[in-house]
């Protein structure tokens, strides 16, 4: 007689033990090491940390004006890059999605991969070339009479928005093609047939139904800028200063974890409050709209039986 029991399966949390074991080791321990080092003190001259006396002292000690002023320039330019990259990156990932011929979306993919070729530093010092008062930029802009001098612009905080746009704009566009591209093109031509325009079909449509892949693309670009510290250095120097730049001269050259390891927390909780206020501001904001597409079935929808 032939078997016909179904094969057995795998339980569910033995599938599940690679991806919590990835997370315990390299997410979990690490910042569960930097929480406890936060709580100790810098031995002596050549010590890094110790935790046989634990308190608060390097938090209070975080919390100076040097650096609230530094984070306060941190969320300026985090907040300032990721808007930057949505208005940047919308246009052309909705038009990589509707507009561009489907045979060449691949390509036109590949095209926004390709910085991502490069290393992170190789590409930001390679706008440090570009922007310098004697680089090509410079010398063209004079050429041409729209720079009377040479062009200063690096090691300002312009500078460092450039750098940020440029290496960040490729995780904005990709989820928001995505987005735009699962919105499909009968639903806009729904739209177009019930009396809506092109304008109001993409912020009554297509802007609601690709809400995801915004929010997406906002966190992918906003919580590693906030500790990004190689862009600030390179191309920002001293007006540049940024909340990562302090955490890691504390590492490695005051040789302070103690005390980089309560920036580091700090500043993860400053992101996390940050992005929960935005969260929060995003909720507030589509409510109306949400409320308005209710659907309310019984009496109270005024239908007649």
Avoid at 87 to 99: D, L, N
Avoid at 154 to 182: H, K, Q, S
Avoid at 258 to 285: D, E, F, H, Q, R
Wanted: aromatic share 12%.
């Amino acid at each position: 007689m032939a078997d016909t029991s179904a094969p057995r399966r795998l339980p569910a949390p033995l599938l599940a033990f690679p991806a919590w074991a990835w997370l315990l080791f390299f997410f979990v321990a690490p910042v569960g090491m930097v929480l406890w080092f936060s709580f100790g003190y810098k031995p002596g001259i050549f010590g890094t940390h110790a935790n046989d006396t634990l308190s608060f002292d390097r938090y209070i000690e975080a919390l100076s004006p040097t650096f609230f002023a530094t984070f306060a320039n941190t969320l300026w330019v985090s907040l300032a890059g990721t808007a930057l990259c949505l208005v940047i990156g919308a246009p052309v990932a909705y038009w990589m999605a509707v507009k561009a011929p489907m045979n060449r979306r691949g390509l036109l993919l590949a095209l926004v991969m390709v910085p991502f070729w490069t290393n992170f530093l190789v590409r930001t010092i390679g706008w440090q070339v570009i922007l310098a008062p004697e680089g090509w930029l410079s010398t063209l802009l004079q050429a041409v009479g729209l720079q009377e001098g040479p062009l200063e612009i690096l090691y300002t905080r312009t500078a460092v928005l450039i750098g940020v746009v440029y290496n960040y704009l490729p995780l904005m566009i990709l989820p928001l093609f995505v987005a735009f591209d699962r919105v499909g093109g009968p639903l806009r031509e729904a739209s177009k047939d019930l009396g809506a325009d092109r304008i109001r079909t993409f912020f009554r449509v297509t802007v609601p139904l690709a809400q995801p892949g915004i929010v997406a693309g906002v966190l992918l670009v906003f919580i590693p800028l906030m500790g990004d510290y190689i862009t600030a250095t390179v191309l920002g120097g001293a007006k540049g200063n940024m909340v990562g730049q302090l955490v890691a001269s504390q590492f490695q050259t005051a040789q302070n974890w103690a005390l980089g390891s309560a920036m580091a927390v700090l500043l993860i909780l400053v992101i996390a409050l940050t992005v929960a206020a935005g969260a929060l501001l995003l909720w507030l904001l589509t409510w109306p709209s949400r409320s308005s597409r209710r659907l309310v079935l019984g009496p109270e929808s005024g239908a007649t039986s």
